[in-house]
């Protein structure tokens, strides 16, 4: 992988940080894709702000992921990992977040009854604030400005101002994913996840296809739980569910700002998120990203495209994952629908062989990206269909376990990739596209790969 030489000053530790050995050795490995913050004096003083606030997540709700991880490497549940490509702080209400959770409640309810495995539900979302980019500046009209890398960088407005990167704005994702991270406990923990509510969920969303084939599935729900009531049945755990959060940890400073020692063992964990990945881009052997996140507790995903080598593979497990544990690495691959039969199976084959217990997920949506004629970036559905077949049907010619789906996709009625089964195509763009960065799918295309895992899980 080539990757942009970024310079950026980098802020010692803080008074009141966590402290554990090794946890600074990143800073002095090659690291890319980092801000460079405009002002130093307000970089140090956000870092030490960052270093002294309370934890997003907690140390026992990341064990209790890395179990149900684990579970899922055996091929005992499924992981669904869903939610914005970037967030926005803008983009960061009650309506947005709920309607969000909504579609991945549906999501989750359509594979669990359909495949009748446990699904984890797992948000990128509360810290999905910072994305990579394939050129750091970028050029309208004559002007260039540095290139738009997520709101917890830099704005999204063409202008110098917002496109300079502010260190404060780390400290306003940290409030950002408070905020978020709170509605969405209220959400799932306080009666709206209820399982005897699945009609409700539907409630708000423009009629289409795939919810009358919800609202189909939903009535068979709904029979079946009135059955168990009639039989006495304790429904207390049908009131809440278990929801994790997820983000790239793209911005090593606000992710060393936020770890802090577990009382209970005296191990590092990373208090910005549940689950942390390392993006394709910044997933050097001997690089920073790497380094930093071997030394975390949390459960660890790692993307691999198509230029991914099984001796990649079998090193990343060496360093991030030395102790084989059940839980603690997940690969997401997204190779692309034209490459994933041809390039996943030598993965799966050489990493099973080596006794490691991964969970393998797919990312059916960054290996898809194309231009639309009318010059809006966009992913074809039926693209994004064929890599998630193409990855159960090499799970299921080697006799793996196709573990999970990491989709971007948004609660909303958007137009951001085409097709489907109530068709979008490019002029919807024009009034529909609302993704400040990569397209996602719209809460009907949503549930339709809902359907689609489903299916090819039961089959199982």
């Keep these: 992988m080539t990757e942009l030489p970024v310079a950026h000053p980098i802020a010692s530790p803080q008074p009141g940080a966590a402290e554990y ?31 002294s606030l309370p934890p997003l997540v907690f140390a026992g709700e990341v064990d209790l992921l890395r179990q149900r991880l684990a579970d ?16 926005t702080f803008e983009g960061a209400t009650a309506d947005k977040i709920s309607a969000r959770v909504r579609t991945i409640l549906q999501m ?53 101002e917002s496109r300079a990167h502010n260190a404060n704005r780390m400290v306003q994702a940290y409030h950002t994913s408070a905020s978020t991270l709170n509605l969405i406990r209220a959400f799932t923990q306080g009666g709206f996840a209820d399982l005897r509510l699945v009609h409700h969920w539907n409630k708000g969303f423009t009629a289409n296809p795939a919810h009358s084939r919800y609202e189909s599935l939903a009535r068979e729900i709904d029979r079946a739980v009135k059955f168990m009531d009639a039989c006495g049945a304790d429904f207390d755990a049908l009131k809440r569910v278990e929801f994790f959060a997820s983000h790239e940890a793209l911005v090593l400073d606000y992710e060393r700002a936020l770890t802090r020692i577990d009382s209970r063992t005296g191990l590092p964990y990373g208090t910005s998120g549940h689950f942390l990945w390392i993006g394709e881009r910044t997933r050097q052997l001997d690089g920073a990203h790497v380094d930093f996140l071997s030394r975390i507790r949390n459960p660890i995903g790692v993307k691999l495209g198509p230029t991914s080598t099984a001796d990649d593979a079998l090193r990343l497990i060496d360093k991030l994952d030395p102790q084989r544990e059940p839980g603690r690495l997940t690969f997401i691959t997204r190779m692309g629908a034209g490459n994933i039969r041809e390039k996943l199976p ?45 990855f159960f049907e090499v799970h299921h010619a080697l006799g793996t376990f196709p573990g999970g789906l990491h989709v971007e996709m948004t ?38 790969m809902a359907f689609l895992v489903a299916g090819a899980l039961g089959k199982r």
């Design 346 to 390: 030598a993965l799966v084959e050489k990493v099973t062989a080596s006794g490691a217990k991964v969970l393998w997920v797919t990312d059916p949506m960054h290996g898809n990206t194309v231009t639309s004629p009318n010059g809006y970036k966009t992913r074809n559905f039926d693209d994004v269909i064929d890599e998630v077949r193409g």
């Design 411 to 448: 609660g909303d009625d958007v137009a951001e990739c085409l097709g489907g089964a109530d068709p979008i195509d490019q002029h919807a763009f024009l009034e529909r596209y609302e993704s400040v960065c990569d397209p996602r799918l719209n809460h009907m295309q949503s549930l339709e």
């Design 21 to 51: 050995p090794g946890l600074d050795a990143w800073r002095d490995l090659p690291v890319v894709q980092q801000p460079t913050w405009a002002d130093s004096e307000v970089h140090r003083a956000a870092v030490a702000e960052l270093s």
């Design 108 to 160: 989750a309810v359509v594979l669990t009854y359909g495949a009748s495995l446990p699904v984890i539900k797992m948000g990128r979302m509360a810290g999905q604030f910072a994305k990579p980019r394939s050129s750091n500046d970028e050029t309208r009209e004559g002007v260039t400005l540095p290139a738009y890398r997520g709101d917890m960088v830099n704005g999204y407005e063409f202008t110098p």
């Design 72 to 87: 899922a490497a055996e091929g005992k549940a499924f992981l669904l990992q869903g939610g914005d490509c970037a967030e």
